[in-house]
Each structure stands twice: as structure tokens, then as C-alpha cells.
């Protein structure tokens, strides 16, 4: 370690944060909802072939995206030298047992498999093809289960397409709706080719380590679904047009003087109803809201004017008759307390001045009243509201202290707190806006469980300007931009904007309205963006907000400085202890050869703070007690989810991967209550053990463990199996004594954890035959046949294995036996795969 070590440990304090956000990306295929030449393909192979002279195999992750009807297509199409196709597709007939489907030449291969259309909506799945020359066999990998087809393969070039393509004789234009992402081949199990697929723009997939990038045709890239605004829907209506949004169904109502306008976010399809009561006129400055309760209202503060729309008949309850006079309450905020059924209207302006009126519609009374309230906010208008349970936050905004316009107006950044029952407001904290002054559209959107909120912005004192998202949090005055801008013109009085989010399609969603008076029509532009929106500076065109956080400056040198003086510490006693060190070397011996099985016993666990994943689950707490028993089904799978994505992969699991695996079947916000009281539970079982708790200060659930304190198998195992270079015989104990106990979590039986298990047994196969590759039948034939024996607890009929054992069996002359234990083999290997063994006893042995 040097100075290029600290400085990298220094500058990654602040580059983290930027590489923990890129997480959603991969290609978007356009199948048949589109005509066939705007369908998507992507061609790895564009620029030339791909060639192999040995074993290869091609994987990636693969999805469905919702609300389509059609499902049938290819996924991908391989094309060898020989003109022979491979292709895995979807069958969508419903008389199909098994949709997906191996197709070589114009014949069904053997492996059909089925992954339900739900799951593939919710969840990746990883699908692997081996193409193994040396048993003349394809191998398919995918939902945790292998299949394999015998097929003569030899040294060869493919072609290897997703979707569509364009090749000749070998076309393809069926192509289901579906997410591609992480392609990989490996040769020889070495990475050859690796195409993440996360490009924002462009017709090139990049590829990292050949550069052999791949072509898109009518690509969908997933990461720009999460950076730009999409503008799905735009129309001219009659009058001045207000909107409403129906959180449950997702869908955008637009008012308009003849007729209501619904837009589904869902299916991306718009109705129109005319008013069966007739012409409903739409008072210049009129606003609408959607509760399931009051339903679909328009109102009109000035003249306490409430409207409720009836949908079973298409009518309004009541409408205005009089003069249209404009609003004295522009750009008032709404919302809707169930606490008191009440409509509550804060600000707005009117006739020069700024507004901090509370106001109060009474469903019961059906009457408009002041409320007297306490606390300090400053009159205004343009600012940004979000309703919780107990009031509404309200955001920033235009005004002045005394409400009047000629008395030195500006933009206001506070974000304060009403409180419905207290009749007060509470100031939080104040933005800091940069260089450039905003103003905010009329909605927050409000994650009280995550602490955070989003809201668009624009610059209010220019005409042609444009809306930016940002997010931010509800404890202290941090935010940033996400997403791309959204043109928008504003000019004061006849414009307006609101945000609204779909939980279920997990999109936002922007509706800009503009108003011609002279016309007497309105503008609608509505734009949705796929959340979580990615961080996206450079699409702002906006000074940046990026502050330097100086505690994270001082902690990090503070940390540097005590990194480097343990550093020279280390050194110098290195230095000093030299010569001691070389003096205890001479007298190291190299342990005895001994039996694995035997070794794996003599040495006593102290259970306390242990867990055990190798076999059934064990948890012992600091006093060594099994407590296994107290975790119900959905708590221990909760647990070993938040353990293993911690471990395994470091990040944790976010909250709706918890949801979707353990509560599928729920709403959204049950599930959302099953998740907080399941992980209480699961944070008072854990206090038993010592320095194990759940946390999620990173924004995903991860278990916080001090390993010296807590011991977990499968860590251990990690820890022998993340270098096979370095294996060794004390080594190899100790992965033998773990996984003596039992496969791994051997009585779970989770579908999302199938892959994980495959993948530890492929890695516990590979690390013993990685050690007996090293040896010499010569060396320990003893300890070669225990090897052996070790590999068939994960694999009966692993030929390795059989031959390692046969030929130490033999070095050793136990023919019979060598030959017994080769004909046992046959036998398994007859009853598994329905043919012979291709070699004889005496190529086994070489």
C-alpha cells in the first residue's frame, strides 16, 4: 500500500455515491404491438462471427415486461457455420405444458421448461446455454434446473441474435415483449464476452472485454426509460381544462367544459365520456381532485362552487351559471384529510397580492370555511403540496412576507409541515436553490416510510422554460436532480403543471396544462418516467447542486491519517521481528496426510453466536441456545433473504424485492405492512445474538454482522472457495467439515434461491477437483480417494471424480474394488441420463 492506495481510498468517499445509482438498465424488446420493421433486435455478432475452438457457453438475464397480449416469439436465434439454427422461444398456446422451447434445425429438441408469466414479470432470470464439445451435448440452465440435449458439435463460428434480425435464410420478426440484460460467454469457463446492455442512447452494445460490440435495431434502453420523460399523450380540449389523478387505477382524469378525458397510465390508452347533464362549464382558474370517497370533484373556491362527477351516468351534480370571473386563488394547493373529511385549500393568488389562507370544505356541512391557524408561513403562490395521514408538507413557492406584490416578491425554498389537528404550521428547513431561482409545480410526491419526496421545479421568470425533478429529503435540506427536463411554457396565470406517481407501474407521471384564453382552449401534455429516475446532470443544462459534504471530508482524512499510522505501525514491526520470523520458519512442518472424514470430527464447536446455512438452519445465540425454532416460515425466509443478498452480494435487498418474493398475493400497502412488522419481528429475534442487527442506512435492507464476533458457515465457505490458486489441504478440511453438515439450506425450498444453491454446488465440486488436479495420484492416493468421495455427495456421476478415485484405488492394488467402483458408476450413470457410459475401465485409467 502506497500513497495511490489512500488517495484511491480518498476519492472514492465521493465517487460511491455515483456508481451505487446506475442500477436499472438492460434492452427493452418492441415485439408485436409494433409493425415488423420497427421491431427489436440486437446482434452480437454484427460486425463478424463468433468463434470457439472449445466448450462455450452463452448467458444472461432475461424478463417480461407487463401489459401486452402476445408473448410468442424468439428470444434468441444462434446460427452455426453449417446454416443449423438454435433458437429458444416462447410458445404462448395455451395447450403448451412447458412455454419455453429449444428449437435446433425445424425440430423441438427435449428441453421445454416453463416460468410462470407472473414471475417473469416481477423477476430476472439468469438462463444459461453450454455448447460442450467434449460430450457432444447442449446443457440449458435456467429457474435453477438443468437440461440437456445430445447434439454433434465440433470447432465453430455462430451468429447469435436477440429479437429480431435480418439474417438471410434465418430471419426472425416474432419477437416477444421482453428485458435483456448481462449477456456473457465464457470459453474454457474463462469471460470472454461480456455485454452489460446499459446504454442510455444509440444503436451500439457495447461489449467490455474484446470490443466486439453488438448492433440494435429499434432499441428500448432501459436506463433512458429512468433519465427522459416520455410524452404519452397530447391534445387540445375546449375551455379552461383542469386534471385529477385516481392513485389505485392509475389513471389521469382531464376535466373539460364537454367532456371527461381519461388517461390510463397502465394500458396507455385514453377514453372520452360526454357529459349526459350538458355543457359544464369550466370558470377561468377552476381546479379538480380524485378521492375514493368524495370521487371526482371540480371546484371553485371563490364562490365555494363544489362539483361531483357521477360516473355510472356521466353527469355533474351541480355547475356554475354565472359570470366567469377569474379566481382569486391562482395556483392554490388541495388536499383531501380523511381524519375529518375535509377538502383543504392553502394559498394561492389573486388581484396582486399572496395568499396564506387555510381553508376548509366540509363534506358533511358542505360549507367553505377560514381556519384559524398559528405559525409562521409566508403568503404565496406556485408551490408544491404532499398529503400524509396528519396534514400536508408544503414546498417553496412565490410570495412575500406581507402577501403583497409590490413589496419585494421572491422565491421562497422552505419546506414546513401543516398540521391538520393542531391548525399549525411548522417550519422544517429551507433549500439552498444555487444560482438559479425555481418555483415548483402544484404536487409533492411524499415516501413517508423512506423520509424522502419529489417535486418538480422550473424557473418561473421566463416564458420558454422547463420542468426538472428533483428528490429530496424530508430531514434535512439535501436534494438533487433526476431525470431529463420537460419544455414548458409558462406564463404565469394560464399555466400549470402536477405530479402524480404509480405505485404499481412504478412511474411518475407530469401533466402540463396551458391555457389560450383567447381561444378558449387548453393545452394537455402528459409525460410519464420509470422510477426509480436516475441521477442525470448533464441532461439538466443547469448549474450543478453538488455541495461539498465537509463532515464526509473530515471523517475520511481523519480515517486516512489512522490507515496510514497503522500502516507504518504494521511496517515497523515487520522490521523488528524479521529475524524471529525466519527462525520459528525452519521448524514449520508440512502436516501428515490424513483422512478428511476423519479430521473433520476431532475438534469441538462452541455454538454460541453461530449460524449454520450447510444442511437445516441453525442459529445458536450468545448463550448457545437453538433458536432456531422461534422464526415462523415468513420470518426465516425474510431472514435468510436479507443475509444472503448481504453476503453474497454485498448490496442488500431493497424493499420490493422483499415484497414481491414474500407478499405477491398482497395490495401494495399490506404488503407493505407485512414487510414492517415482519422485520420488527425478526430485529427482536436477532437481539439474542451479539453485534447482528438489521439496517437500512443505505437505502436497502442488509444485515449488519461483526464477523469476529458472529460465525456463519457459509461465510467461512466464501472465504475457501473465492481463490481456488490458493487451496490447500487445511483448507480443504475445513470446506469438507462445513459441508459435512448437508447441502446447502437443504430443506429450503425457495425458487429464488435454486440458482444460488446450483452455484454452490458447482463451486464446492470445482474447488476439489481444482486440488486434485494439483496433486499427484503418487502424492496422497489416500487422500485423493476422499476427494473423490466428497464430490459425489454433490454429484453421483461426476466423471472426474470416478476417474481420480479408480486411479488411486489402483496405484494403491485394489483393482477389484477400482473396477466395483466403475461399474457402479455405469449403473448411475445409465438409470440418470437413459444411455452407457462412452469410455471403458481401462481409458478411465489412462
Known amino acids: 500500500m502506497g500513497l495511490k492506495f489512500y488517495l484511491t481510498c480518498f476519492a472514492f468517499l465521493f465517487i460511491a455515491p455515483k456508481i451505487t445509482n446506475a442500477q436499472y438498465y438492460g434492452l427493452c424488446f418492441t415485439g408485436h404491438e409494433t409493425i415488423q420493421e420497427k421491431r427489436t433486435g440486437l ?3 454484427a460486425a463478424d462471427p463468433l468463434c470457439f475452438n472449445n466448450t462455450f457457453e452463452l448467458s444472461f438475464d432475461f424478463s417480461f415486461m407487463t401489459g401486452h397480449t402476445d408473448y410468442f416469439g424468439y428470444i434468441f436465434r444462434i446460427v452455426d457455420q453449417e446454416k443449423r439454427n438454435i433458437d429458444l422461444i416462447y410458445d404462448k398456446s395455451l395447450e403448451a405444458k412447458n412455454h ?5 434445425g425445424d425440430k423441438m429438441s427435449n428441453i421445454e421448461f416453463d416460468i410462470k408469466l407472473d414471475k417473469l414479470f416481477k423477476n430476472w432470470y439468469n438462463i444459461k446455454l453450454k455448447f460442450d464439445q467434449e460430450n457432444q451435448e447442449l446443457i440449458l440452465t435456467a429457474d435453477g434446473k438443468v437440461y440437456r440435449e445430445k447434439i454433434p458439435l465440433k470447432k465453430n463460428c455462430y451468429r447469435i441474435s436477440f429479437g429480431a434480425n435480418n439474417y438471410k435464410e434465418h430471419e426472425v420478426k416474432d419477437v416477444p415483449p421482453m428485458k435483456i440484460k448481462e449477456i456473457k460467454i465464457t470459453e474454457d469457463d474463462k469471460l470472454t464476452h461480456h455485454w452489460p446492455l446499459n446504454e442510455y442512447t444509440g444503436l451500439i452494445a457495447t461489449e467490455k472485454i474484446k470490443g466486439k460490440n453488438a448492433g440494435v435495431i429499434n432499441p428500448n434502453w432501459i436506463r433512458k426509460m429512468h433519465i427522459e ?12 381544462a383542469s386534471v385529477a389523478f385516481d392513485a389505485d387505477r392509475e389513471q389521469v382524469f382531464v376535466v373539460t367544459e364537454k367532456s371527461l378525458q381519461t388517461y390510463d397510465v397502465k394500458t396507455e390508452k385514453t377514453s372520452i365520456v360526454d357529459y349526459k347533464s350538458g355543457l359544464q362549464p369550466m370558470l377561468y382558474g377552476n381546479q379538480s381532485i380524485y378521492q375514493n370517497e368524495p370521487g371526482l370533484l371540480n371546484f371553485y373556491v371563490d364562490f365555494s362552487l363544489m362539483s361531483g362527477f357521477n360516473f355510472s351516468n356521466n353527469t355533474w351534480n351541480s355547475k356554475y351559471t354565472g359570470e366567469n370571473v377569474p379566481t382569486n386563488f391562482w395556483h392554490l394547493n388541495k388536499f383531501y384529510s380523511s381524519a375529518d373529511n375535509s377538502l383543504y385549500f392553502i394559498g394561492g393568488y389573486g388581484h396582486y397580492n399572496y395568499k396564506r389562507d387555510v381553508q376548509r370544505y366540509h363534506f358533511k356541512d358542505k360549507k367553505l370555511s377560514t381556519v384559524k391557524t398559528s405559525g409562521d408561513f409566508t403568503p404565496r403562490y406556485l408551490a408544491a403540496l404532499g398529503a400524509t395521514k396528519n396534514g400536508a408538507y408544503i414546498l417553496g413557492g412565490y410570495g412575500s412576507t406581507t402577501g403583497q406584490q409590490i413589496l419585494n416578491p421572491k422565491n421562497l425554498y422552505d419546506l ?19 444560482e438559479e431561482e425555481f418555483a415548483f409545480a402544484n404536487s409533492l410526491v411524499i415516501d413517508e416510510k423512506e423520509q424522502s419526496y419529489y417535486a418538480l421545479t422550473f424557473v418561473n421568470h421566463i416564458f420558454n422554460s422547463s420542468l426538472a425533478m428533483i428528490k429530496g429529503s424530508l430531514k434535512n435540506p439535501s436534494y438533487e436532480f433526476v431525470g431529463s427536463r ?8 394560464s399555466s400549470f403543471a402536477d ?7 412504478k412511474k411518475f407521471v407530469a401533466v402540463l396544462l396551458y391555457y389560450d384564453q383567447k381561444a378558449n382552449t387548453s393545452s394537455v401534455k402528459i409525460y410519464t418516467l ?9 441532461a439538466h443544462n443547469i448549474p450543478s447542486h453538488f455541495r461539498v459534504n465537509w463532515d464526509m471530508v473530515i471523517s475520511g482524512v481523519i480515517l486516512l491519517v489512522i490507515m496510514y499510522l497503522v500502516y507504518k505501525r504494521i511496517q515497523n514491526r515487520k522490521t523488528l521481528h524479521v529475524s524471529s520470523v525466519k527462525e520459528q520458519a525452519i521448524n514449520i512442518q508440512e502436516p501428515e496426510p490424513v483422512n478428511i472424514k476423519q479430521e473433520i470430527t476431532d475438534i469441538p464447536d462452541d455454538i454460541r453466536n453461530t449460524m449454520f446455512l450447510f444442511g437445516d438452519l441453525q442459529l445458536f445465540d450468545r448463550k448457545g441456545k437453538d433458536i432456531t425454532k422461534l422464526f415462523t416460515p415468513v420470518i426465516k425466509e425474510l431472514f435468510l433473504l436479507i443475509l444472503l443478498f448481504t453476503i453474497r452480494w454485498g448490496r442488500g435487498v431493497s424493499s420490493e424485492k422483499l415484497e414481491e418474493i414474500l407478499w405477491a398475493d398482497k395490495s401494495v400497502g399490506s404488503a407493505r405492512n407485512n414487510r414492517s412488522v415482519s422485520i420488527a419481528k425478526l430485529k427482536l429475534l436477532l437481539e439474542s445474538m451479539d453485534s447482528c442487527e438489521v439496517s437500512k442506512e443505505t437505502g436497502y435492507w442488509k444485515m449488519l454482522i461483526d464477523y469476529d464476533k458472529i460465525r456463519i458457515d457459509y461465510k467461512e465457505y466464501l472465504n475457501i472457495v473465492k481463490s481456488k490458486t490458493d487451496i490447500t489441504k487445511i483448507k480443504i478440511m475445513a470446506l469438507t467439515k462445513i459441508v459435512s453438515r448437508g447441502g446447502f439450506l437443504s430443506n429450503a425450498e425457495y425458487s429464488w434461491l435454486d440458482p444460488l444453491k446450483y452455484e454452490i454446488s458447482n463451486e464446492i465440486i470445482d474447488t476439489y477437483l481444482h486440488m486434485a488436479a494439483s496433486m499427484k495420484i503418487s502424492d496422497d492416493p489416500e487422500f485423493l480417494i476422499s476427494l473423490a468421495d466428497c464430490v459425489f455427495n454433490f454429484d453421483p456421476v461426476n466423471e472426474e471424480a470416478m476417474a481420480i478415485k479408480c486411479q488411486a484405488l489402483v496405484f494403491l492394488g485394489k483393482h477389484s474394488l477400482a473396477k466395483s467402483i466403475f461399474e457402479n458408476f455405469n449403473k448411475e450413470y445409465k438409470a440418470i441420463y437413459a444411455e ?3 469410455k471403458t475401465f481401462q481409458e478411465i485409467l489412462g
Open 43 to 45: 446482434d452480437l455478432s
Open 100 to 104: 419455453l422451447k429449444l428449437v435446433i
Open 229 to 240: 420523460w416520455e410524452l404519452v399523450k397530447s391534445a387540445n380540449v375546449a375551455g379552461s
Open 416 to 434: 414546513s409541515f401543516y398540521d391538520v389537528e393542531h391548525k399549525t404550521f411548522k417550519k422544517l428547513f429551507e433549500l439552498n436553490p444555487g
Open 486 to 493: 420537460i419544455p414548458y411554457t409558462f406564463h404565469d396565470i
Open 499 to 505: 405530479l402524480y406517481y404509480c405505485k404499481v407501474s
Open 530 to 538: 420509470h422510477a426509480p429516475p436516475e441521477i442525470q446532470q448533464a
Open 836 to 838: 452407457s457410459f462412452n
